[in-house]
């Protein structure tokens, strides 16, 4: 099992800047890859970026590419998603998810990913 507790969500006016956390915890297996997900009521969820805990790769939405910058501390078990350049149309709520499993979809497919968190409201105003 893992545990993931997103944070750093926050109102921001756009041109702002916003970093989220996600921290696994209590969990018994090993992570390969962690996600970021946005997703409104009645909207499809999207893929923002994602890391691969092992090599270090990442993957972006073209959307937020040259904008948001994912990166993770091994020894705080946690990644962050850093949001520069903020729009309003960046307004979500945002999910971390891991995967435990070695091969899967493609990263920005959620059902890669075996573990989500509870989420944190993002907001940019314009």
């Known amino acids: 099992q893992v545990q993931l507790v997103e944070s750093g969500g926050d109102s921001v006016q756009a041109g702002g800047s916003l970093r989220l956390s996600c921290t696994a915890s209590?969990?018994?297996?090993?992570?390969?890859?962690m996600g970021w997900f946005r997703q409104i009521p009645g909207k499809e969820r999207e893929g923002v970026a994602a890391m691969h805990t092992w090599y270090g790769s990442t993957y972006y939405a073209e959307s937020v590419k040259g904008r948001f910058n994912i990166t993770q501390d091994n020894a705080k078990n946690t990644v962050y998603l850093q949001m520069n350049s903020l729009k309003p149309e960046d307004t979500d709520m945002y999910y971390c998810a891991a995967d435990s499993r070695m091969y899967g979809p493609s990263w920005s497919n959620g059902s890669r990913y075996n573990y989500w968190g509870q989420g944190t409201q993002v907001t940019v105003s314009s």
């Open positions: 209590k969990y018994t297996v090993a992570i390969y890859f």
